[in-house]
């Protein structure tokens, strides 16, 4: 242990609940906690002569400032799009009564985390008839192609 408090998060402070203020780059999405959690496109950075940031909606449209502070300003984060299983066996935890599947989650700015799907018994046996529906479906579709 080096004795020095140690962040959270990399956004955070040596103290939980410090987030650090965010600056957007030119380009970056962010949501408007002043504007109801609207969300835009920073068109335009505080300088001189723009004391603000300029934030536009993502489709276009209107726009409008914030504070050159950052004060009101919240990072968007990317959005998954979907959700691949690893290479790895799948473990059943008896005394939870549940199974893990390791699982890749894929994000729209190509970013990538690795997770665990968690099912109940239940769950196990309803994915099972349908893996198993869809294997035949497969063979099926085989056997009609040769």
Do not use: C
Not at 22 to 28: A, I, Q, S, T, V
Not at 48 to 54: E, K, L, M, P, R
Not at 86 to 114: C, F, I, K, N, W
């Amino acid at each position: 242990m080096t004795g020095r408090p140690t962040p959270h998060l990399p956004s955070q402070g040596g103290e939980l609940g410090t987030a650090g203020p965010f600056y957007p780059r030119l380009g970056d999405l962010a949501r408007d906690t002043s504007k109801d959690g609207r969300i835009g496109v920073v068109v335009t950075l505080p300088r001189v002569g723009a004391s603000t940031y300029h934030l536009r909606p993502p489709g276009g449209g209107d726009e409008w400032s914030a504070p050159a502070d950052g004060t009101t300003l919240r990072p968007v984060p990317a959005q998954a799009t979907y959700v691949t299983p690893m290479r790895r066996d799948a473990v059943y935890d008896h005394r939870a009564q549940q199974s893990a599947l390791p699982v890749l989650v894929h994000y729209d700015d190509g970013g990538t985390a690795e997770s665990l799907l968690v099912l109940t018994a239940d769950q196990v046996e309803l994915y099972a008839i349908q893996f198993e529906r869809l294997i035949s479906q497969r063979e099926q579709a085989q056997g009609n192609a040769a």
